[in-house]
Structures are given as C-alpha cells and as structure tokens.
C-alpha cells in the first residue's frame, strides 16, 4: 500500500474540530514562509495559569495539509509577495471560527468580525491553493494562479456538493445507474460520496467485492449494497465523536493480520500504560482519526487527530523527541560548531563546498552501480516488468495485491508501488554480490533501458554539480591569494596632513535660492519657485535694486543690487543675469532664448488695481520696461570655496573692476529697448483651454461680465500713472467680491476700515470678550490670570512687540549688504593657506568663470540629472588627485556630493 500524502473528507471536517477547539479567540502573531508551496501562521495563545502563554504554529502546504504542529520550521530570510499580503490583511486580527465547506476537502480559517472580516481559505483538492478574501467574499490574494480566477473576483463555491446520507436507496441508485454500469463499485461510492478512497476501498473489501468488480456484475447484490450502507453509516457515527477522541497512526501493518514482515530494526515506543503495545517502524503508512471495527492493523494511539498528522508529515523530528540524541552524537555536534567559529570566512566556505562536493559524488557513484546493476539484469527485470504490465492490463487482480501476483525472476522482484507518481521499485542484484539495489521506474510502461538511462543521467547531473563546486573553490582561492599578494605589497600609508575642513559647512541665506557671482562682482539671486520668487523680492529687494524676469512660462525671478559708485546696472552683469534668468524656465527646455526685461526695484508692487488679483509669485510691474535678448545660452558649472573671514581677506578685491562710465553708458543704450506698459507679470502663465467649444464659451461669459462691468458707475481709486486696460486682463471675479464685501459692511454696521473677513471678526469678537471680561472685573488680567493689575498693564503683552509681516521682510538682509560683506569669502582659487570651510558647484554664464580652476561647460542633452552629477564628481575626484594640488583644497572638492550637483543642475543639461 502506498504511503497517504493526502487529507479525505473526513480527516478535515476532524482536523477543523481540533483547531477550532483550540485556537479560537487567539491572536494570530506573524506569518512566515518556508518553503516555495508552505506557510506557518504563528498564535499566541495565552495560558489560564501561571505562565505567560504559548506559541502555536499551523503548518499550511499547498493541496497537501493543514494542521497544528508543535516542531518548529526555519524561516527564510526575506517573505514572499503572499506572505506580505497575508500579514498587511491578518496579522494582531483573532481567529474567530474554523470552518469546512460543506464535506469539502476546503478549510475556512475566518480571522476578525464586522467589517474587518477576512477569509483564509485553504483547498486540500486537486492542485490546491490558498486564498485571501474579504467580509463580501471578494479575492484579495492568491498563493497559486488559476485560469480564469483573478483579484476581486468573488469566490466561487458553486462546485461544491451538498452532503448526502449513506441510505440503501441511494447507493443503490448509483450503483444500478445506466452511465456507471462499466465502472467499479469503488470508483462510484469514491466519485458521489466524500470518504476518501482509504474508507472507500476498505467498506468494499468487507463487504466481499474485489477493487475490480463493476456495478453490473452478479456479485452486486441488495445484501452487499446493505452491507455497504451500514458500514458507511458506522463511519459517520465514529465521525461525529472522533474530534473528541485520540488520533492514531498507522504503522507498515502489523506482521499476522496483514502477513506483511516488520523490519528488524524496529524499536517499541510506547508501553502498556498507555494500554497499547505498539511498535515504531522506518516509515508510517497512513493517518486516521478513528479505527474501523474491521480494521485490524497495528496502530500507534496519540492525544488527538492534529498530534497524529504531525508526527506523520515530521517523523525524524518526533523520533528526536521520543529517543533523545545519543550523548557522543550532542558532544560532536557541539565540538563541530566551536571548530567552525574558529575558521575564518574562506576557510568556512571552502569547508562547506567539500561537504556538498563529497555529497555529490557520493551520490553520483550510487546512481551509477544502479545504472551498472540494472544494466546487467536487464533481460531479467525486463520479463518482471513485463509480467507486471500483463497483470495490470488485465484488471483482475487490485493494485494492492498486484506485487503478490509478480514472480522473481534471476533475483529481481518488484517490491513497491506508488499510487501517488504511479511509479513501480524494481530490486535487482547488486553487482559486488551482496544484497539487491532497488531502483524506481518513473517509467513502468516503457523498457527497462529508460530506467538505465535515467540513472547514468541522475550521475551525469552529479558529476556536473561536483566541477561546477571546483570551478567555484578555484576563483575563490585565486581571489584569496591576489588579496594576499596586495596585502604584502601594499606601501604604508603616510600620515595625513592636518587639513582644515569642516564637513558640516555654514551657509549664507541666499545658497536656498539659485545664485552665482557676476564678471562685475555683484551678486545675482533667483527664485526656484512662486513662493521663493515671493520671498525674494518682498524680503530683499530694495528701490534701487535691479528686478529681471524673462517673458516666458515658469520664468524665475532674479535680482541684484548696484554697487555703490554706480547709477545704472553694468551691462555685463546686466547680460549675464538675462542669460541666467532665461536659462531658469521652460524656454530651456525648448532650446529657445527668449525676450528679458529689467525694471527698478520700486517699480515692482505687489498692490493690484481694483477689481484684479495677484497671485503667489506673480507681481505688478508699473512704467517702463527695458528689455534684453542674450544671444544664446553659454552657460557652465563650477565649484566655489568658502573660507573663513581671516582666509577671506587675502581674496578680497580680487574679483573687483574698474568701470569706465561713459563707455558703459553707451553700451548699455545699445543693449537695451525699453517698452511703456503696466502689466502683471505672473510666475506661470494660465492655461487656455485646448478645446475648442470651452474656449468660446469661456469667452462669451467673459464679454458678458464686461457688459455688466461697463454698466456700473465707476469706483476704483487713482492707480500711478495712466494705464490701458488692453495692457493686462482683468480678474471679474474680484467684482462681483467687492459687491459681497460692501453688502457685509452694511449688514454688520462697519466701516470700510473695519474687519469683514472670517479670522478678522473672530479676532474682533475675541477682543470683545475680553474688554466685556475686563469692564465686569476689573481687577482680573485676562492675558496671565493675574489679581494685582488689569490687562491693559499686563507685562506679558509688552515683553515681545508684535511685529508685522512687512517690517519682517524689511528686516532680511538686502543684496547691497550682502554683495559688500559675504562673497568676498566665496573664491574659485584657494590657496593653500586657506582655512576652506566647504565646497559648492553653481551653475552661472561661461563668462563668469573666465579664470575658474575647476569648471565644465553645459550643454542641452536629453538625460538624467543623476548620471550627470555622478559624472561630475566622478572628473572633480580625478582632477584632485593629481599631484600639485594641496592637501585642502583636495580634501575639500572630494567632499563635493552628488545631491548638491544634482540640486545646482537644471533639467536635461550634460557636461561637455
């Protein structure tokens, strides 16, 4: 009989008694993985007593089995995509029932309540699988895909039969149908009822048919179909007390009822106090949760039917448990263990590829004196194969009994078959004379000769493993010895030069926006975005400050003070931040070089006239516009350092120009086209509508708010200067607000001063409450709580004046200040006196970098900012490394990171 691999209808519905018993109510801890078809989901079950509690782990293997176990598996590494999805969906939830569907081989483990209901369902049929659905029954998971069978698809249990009860009648029904009059007794009950062929084949046995008897043979009589109809309703009874009773394990069948042999190095295990004699043999056979009355094998009896399936599937570990390992066998494997920890890791390597290279051929040697036993008994284990072939055609004898039926021909005897693989053991003699060689045929219906085959290939594979072992020890050993040989000749390294650098570099305030230093010495300065462009320009733009901005879409903001002795902007500064403030948009990006313009810094407002919004970022330019158009985009990347103020004054000055005013004048009116108009300049253009009946009806609603605009009497006040409305579009909107403004003033009685919008009229009503707090007692500070003064002298209020938005952004640093005290410490040529705090790369015009010792031109290229900034640090390491170089200004461009170029970069730019 072959060994059972598989769960029966009945060996579930027992085993989801068991766990229910068991686990219900517990929290499930993790879920683990470990094996390509197995799982292990981990409960803490706490203890009644005492302890703290215990651990209990369910062993789930796809098709195959699902029960508790109490020997513990090791885990991998890393868990599969199914094991994260089952611990996302299960794990801290309760196990709150255990089901089987129906008399299904399908276990329902139901894991929280409401809601947050999910379903662990395993199958035990056919391939099997185990799926994760929600409350509604919807797949979230599958371990194993199916055709057909998808993520949110409800779970079908359509295919699932209903259980039927083991009457007279109804056995007799199918037996006598007209579509099973070919088929075996046994095949029918097997095929319409849930009993599991082990039950099945045994019911029929006793009833005194054959496994080959058909319905419509004559042997079928009502007394036989009774007798089957008893005994099945015997095995229900036991079945509905079986999850309160002791699980057994079936051993090789004992020696007399069955006339089988046990073999000689079976050792007993349990005594008479457990009121059975029983004995341990190399292999279990089967596990059952009861013993039919008929049965009278030899069975090992355990605690319950989820013990019995465990020590079934894990045999070596129970036999550990029950014998013990022998004292000499713990000493050497502990000696084993100290004596690895003392190798180093080749040598730990190496010592493991000899064991699995002494390993492979020990097992490449046995399937050749296999091949070589049955290749010299081929004729007779041809004729045993062939004899075997002849009986199993004819189907008069069961395949249980089909062994008996074999004869021995010249020492060769078939000795097992597998139902499972439906493979045949052959035993042949060995070729040194002592003993048989037994030999698996995958193949049984084929020669003998694929057999012979299929060993010298399993050696073939071996053999392969085995130099593929050496090949690997080979290069790890020519590894080690270039590493010793590098070792050995490897100079000393000198000692390190005391370098000043800091990696931890202070910054200036305007490294958060996009800067450089012009050809003139003057710092430039650009946003990065709407909100920088906001702070830049209401922070630290002053009246005689130069404000640029390029005509086009995301355009930054850039601007620059004048040097003290000058009134008009230097043209080359003037050019370069054009240049710089077209790289910074989108035109860069289309290869375009667009229009720039500069005005004055007091032409630049954040006040819009009446009836228009300006938003973040966006700024209303007044008078008259000059404009500029760079010729093209030379621009590069440089690395500049920073050192400390006593560095600082060797490099002061050493940038500084001297300016011829009339020459720069007449430049300047060459350079320059002004422009009259008042317009709002926005950080990002609004978009159009791109189709085609929007954008008209967009339009007319436009044209109808300009009638109703011209209609009413005019009421904005004087703006600078006269403007043409055709200039700038005019935000209605904001009317139809002002409308809503005036109806609130006159429903709450204020005046056009007063506060009307939500924050400002709680804030008023706050301040209300406290003077009505303050007038009913007035010995009592509202602000701190105190009894000795009232809120109006309380030092709380006065400790930290309030200061407003305005005079904040008026107290940041301004640009001429900057220019005067900060770059002076920022150099491209350090020395090697100087105390350098740090490097930064910055992306300025090629003209500025005219005597730059580390500098690289851009161009526009299609790429990733990344690769490009990995290539850059990749030049600046090699550059520094040259001999010449002193040591800190080495030290300090190594340090440059490839964040901060990749920070510097604009979009789709690669070095030259």
Not at 448 to 456: T, W
Not at 731 to 749: I, K, M, P
Not at 833 to 843: F, K, S, T
Request: aromatic share 6%; hydrophobic share 40%.
């Amino acid at each position: 009989m072959g060994k059972k691999a598989r769960f029966s209808s009945i060996d579930v519905s027992v085993l989801c008694k068991n766990m229910r018993d068991t686990l219900t109510g517990h929290r499930l801890a993790n879920i683990y993985d470990i094996s390509d078809r197995a799982l292990v989901l981990k409960f803490y079950v706490p203890s009644s007593g005492a302890d703290s509690g215990a651990i209990t782990h369910v062993m789930i293997e796809n098709g195959l089995r699902v029960h508790m176990t109490k020997f513990v598996r090791q885990n991998p590494p890393a868990p599969k995509s199914f094991t994260m999805k089952l611990r996302k969906h299960l794990k801290s939830h309760r196990l709150t029932n255990v089901i089987q569907f129906s008399n299904d081989r399908i276990i329902d483990l139901i894991f929280g309540e409401g809601a947050f209901t999910h379903h662990l369902i395993v199958e035990l049929h056919s391939k099997g699988n185990v799926i994760l659905c929600g409350d509604d029954m919807r797949i979230k998971a599958l371990f194993r895909h199916q055709q057909g069978v998808f993520n949110g698809d409800m779970y079908s249990t359509s295919a699932i039969r209903p259980p039927v009860a083991p009457t007279v009648e109804f056995i007799n029904t199918l037996v006598h149908a007209p579509e099973h009059a070919k088929e075996t007794v046994r095949n029918i009950i097997l095929n319409n009822m849930d009993y599991g062929p082990t039950i099945t084949a045994s019911v029929v046995r006793q009833a005194g048919l054959g496994m080959g008897v058909k319905a419509a043979s004559e042997r079928v009589t009502p007394e036989v179909i009774a007798d089957i109809s008893t005994m099945l309703m015997q095995v229900d009874a036991l079945k509905e007390g079986a999850a309160q009773a002791a699980g057994i394990v079936l051993a090789d069948e004992a020696p007399v009822p069955a006339g089988l042999i046990v073999p000689a190095d079976s050792a007993a295990v349990l005594d008479a106090d457990n009121n059975a004699v029983t004995a341990l043999c190399e292999r279990f056979e089967e596990f059952v949760p009861f013993q039919l009355p008929w049965d009278t094998r030899t069975f090992i009896p355990l605690s319950s039917f989820n013990e019995a399936v465990d020590v079934f599937f894990s045999l070596e570990a129970w036999l550990l448990e029950v014998h013990g390992a022998p004292a000499e066998a713990e000493q050497e494997v502990k000696d084993a263990s100290k004596d690895r920890a003392k190798l180093t890791r080749e040598e730990r390597f190496k010592a493991d590829q000899l064991k699995r290279r002494a390993a492979c051929q020990a097992r490449a040697q046995e399937w050749r004196a296999k091949g070589a036993a049955l290749e010299a008994s081929r004729e007779a284990a041809e004729e045993v194969r062939c004899m075997w072939e002849k009986i199993y055609n004819s189907k008069k004898v069961p395949m249980p009994d089909v062994i008996r039926w074999v004869p021995v021909v010249g020492g060769c005897s078939m000795t097992h078959w597998d139902f499972n693989d439906k493979s045949m053991t052959i035993a042949v003699p060995a070729l040194d004379g002592e003993g048989t060689v037994e030999i698996v045929l995958f193949e049984p219906h084929a020669s003998v000769d694929k057999g012979v085959a299929a060993c010298f290939y399993a050696a073939k594979v071996e053999e392969e493993m085995m130099a593929k072992i050496d090949e690997a020890m080979e290069t790890v050993a020519k590894k080690m010895r270039q590493q010793k040989v590098a070792d050995q000749v490897k100079p000393r390294a000198a000692p390190k030069a005391q370098v000043k650098v800091k990696h931890q570099r202070p910054k200036f305030w305007f490294e958060r926006y996009r800067w450089f230093i012009s050809s003139d010495n003057i710092l430039v300065v650009g946003g990065r975005d709407a909100h920088q462009n906001e702070q830049l320009v209401k922070g630290h733009l002053r009246e005689n400050d130069i404000y640029l901005h390029a005509e086009t879409v995301g355009a930054a903001s850039v601007v620059f003070a004048l040097p003290p002795k000058l009134s008009q902007p230097p043209p080359d500064t003037l050019r370069e931040a054009a240049m710089f403030a077209s790289m910074w948009s989108s035109s860069w990006a289309h290869k375009v070089v667009p229009a720039v313009y500069w005005v004055w810094g007091r032409q630049v407002s954040k006040t819009a006239p009446t009836g228009e919004y300006i938003g973040t970022g966006a700024f209303m330019i007044r008078g008259s516009k000059s404009y500029i158009r760079p010729s093209s985009y030379d621009m590069a990347i440089g690395v500049l350092y920073r050192v400390d103020e006593a560095s600082a004054q060797s490099h002061a000055g050493e940038r500084a120009r001297q300016y011829d005013l009339a020459a720069m004048a007449k430049e300047l009116k060459e350079l320059l086209t002004k422009v009259d108009e008042e317009v709002i300049e926005e950080f990002r253009a609004p978009q159009q509508p791109k189709n085609r009946k929007k954008r008209e009806k967009k339009e007319r609603k436009e044209g109808k708010k300009v009638e109703e605009k011209a209609e009413e009497p005019a009421d904005t006040p004087e703006t600078e200067g006269e403007r043409d409305p055709s200039d700038a579009e005019i935000d209605y909107t904001a009317v139809t607000r002002s409308r809503r403004r005036r109806a609130r003033l006159t429903e709450y009685g204020l005046s056009d001063e007063e506060p009307v919008t939500g924050k400002e009229k709680k804030a008023a009503e706050k301040a209300q409450k406290k003077a009505d707090a303050e007038a009913a007692n007035p010995t009592v500070c509202v602000v701190c709580g105190a009894i000795d003064h009232v809120a109006a002298d309380c030092p709380r209020r006065h400790d930290k004046p309030r200061v407003s938005k305005r005079e904040k952004a008026r107290q940041a640093p301004s640009l001429a200040q900057t220019s005067t005290e900060l770059i002076d410490q920022l150099t491209a040529n350090p020395t090697e006196e100087d105390a350098i705090l740090g490097a930064v790369p910055i992306v300025a015009p090629a003209s500025t970098m005219t005597d730059w010792a580390l500098k690289f031109p851009l161009k526009f290229w299609k790429t990733k900012k990344t690769a490009v900034a990995k290539d850059m640090v990749h030049r600046l390491s090699m550059m520094a490394g040259t001999e010449g170089w002193p040591a800190n200004i080495q030290v300090a461009t190594k340090a440059v990171s490839v964040d901060a170029v990749v920070d510097a970069l604009p979009v789709d730019a690669t070095l030259r």
